[in-house]
Nanobody, 118 residues
């Protein structure tokens, strides 16, 4: 079993920055990728960014150049640095973890709200 605990959400003005953190605990030896999804009201949950233990990263086109995902394997923690935030970035952001060979999230965090004011 894996538990994910998120922090860092909040209110920020357009053009500002936030950093989200997600710490994993439990039986984590089978976890490869960790990442972030988001869901805005009336929209489907979408992939934002992922990273594997080896350092490969993947970003949604909408956040490339503005968001950076990073990972501290020793701390079992993944981060999402969000810069140049736009109102359309406002959503509930969810941390996720994937087992080796999995194409879908196996574990989810509780979600953290990101609000961007204009």
């Amino acid at each position: 079993q894996v538990q994910l605990v998120e922090s860092g959400g909040g209110l920020v003005q357009a053009g500002g920055s936030l950093r989200l953190s997600c710490a994993a605990s439990g039986i984590i030896y089978s976890i490869d990728a960790m990442g972030w999804y988001r869901q805005a009201p009336g929209k489907q949950r979408e992939l934002v960014a992922t990273t594997t233990r080896s350092g490969s990263t993947n970003y949604a086109d909408s956040v490339k150049g503005r968001f950076t995902i990073s990972r501290d394997n020793a701390k079992n923690t993944v981060y999402l640095q969000m810069d140049s935030l736009k109102p359309e970035d406002a959503a509930v952001y969810y941390c996720a973890a994937l087992q080796y060979g999995s194409a879908n999230a196996d574990y989810w965090g509780q979600g953290t709200q990101v609000t961007v004011s204009s």
